[in-house]
């Protein structure tokens, strides 16, 4: 079975540019997480979505940031202007639903650099 | 005070070693415990889940303590393919639930 898919795997782009990150969960999962790593901040929670509607958006840093889910197999998340700041893996992760012990699975994720 | 805390390490060990790290969380009305395992350059991936009774996976135990709120992970007879990042995982409630990560501890196990 496929797992999360995500794309591209890396990206790299100048400051203000508009950068859309895609992602295609688990068939079935009802839940779809974005996340953000860095290495001074660690793996940060942006957005979740469950059956396609966003839950919690309190982790998006700012109005640069949006996601959307159009559908149960498509996610983006978009960044418009990009700043250096921004540069950082970001991962998506599906899961089951939201029962206590419930494994996320992640995607390889996209490494994004801004210039 | 970060909502997860964990020592970044590294702890290295040699093979055969066993070695504890442990994690601290601040909400008490925390749900749900883990550890996710992530390798250099991957995704995270989940190690195991925590319970209140404590749980034990092969080499690996993990114990839960609430009333200190920490969790901690044991690794006997380390591997050189156990060197990577052990990541935290406490699920929480604020609102809406969410899965807050520590930012990690890194293993190398030399030979």
């Known amino acids: 079975d496929a797992g999360v898919i995500q794309s591209p795997r890396h990206e790299v782009t100048e400051m203000g540019q508009e950068v859309t990150l895609r992602c295609k969960p688990i068939?079935?999962?009802?839940?779809l997480f974005w996340y953000r790593q860095t290495m001074m901040r660690g793996l940060e929670l942006l957005i979740y979505f469950n059956n396609n509607v966003p839950i919690d958006d309190s982790g998006m840093p700012e109005d640069r940031f949006s996601a959307k889910m159009p559908n149960a197999s498509f996610s983006t998340l978009k960044i418009q202007p990009s700043e250096p700041r921004d540069s950082a893996v970001y991962f998506c992760?599906?899961?089951?639903?939201?029962?206590?012990?419930?494994?996320?699975?992640f995607g390889p994720g996209t490494r994004l650099t801004v210039l | 005070r970060k909502e997860v805390e964990q020592d970044p390490g590294p702890f290295n060990v040699p093979e055969g070693a066993t070695v504890a790290f442990n994690c601290t969380y601040s909400?008490?009305?925390?749900?749900?415990f883990f550890w996710y395992r992530q390798d250099c350059r991957k995704e995270p991936k989940l190690l195991m889940s925590v319970y209140s009774s404590g749980n034990e996976d092969g080499r690996f135990t993990a114990q839960l303590n609430r009333a200190s709120q920490y969790i901690s992970l044991l690794i006997r007879d380390s591997k050189l393919s156990d060197s990577a990042t052990y990541l935290c995982v406490v699920k929480a409630r604020g609102g809406t639930y969410k899965y807050i990560f520590g930012t990690g501890t890194r293993l190398k196990v030399l030979a």
């Open positions: 992760a599906s899961s089951l639903d939201h029962r206590s012990y419930n494994e996320q699975f």
């Open positions: 068939s079935g999962h009802d839940y």
């Open positions: 909400n008490s009305a925390s749900q749900s």
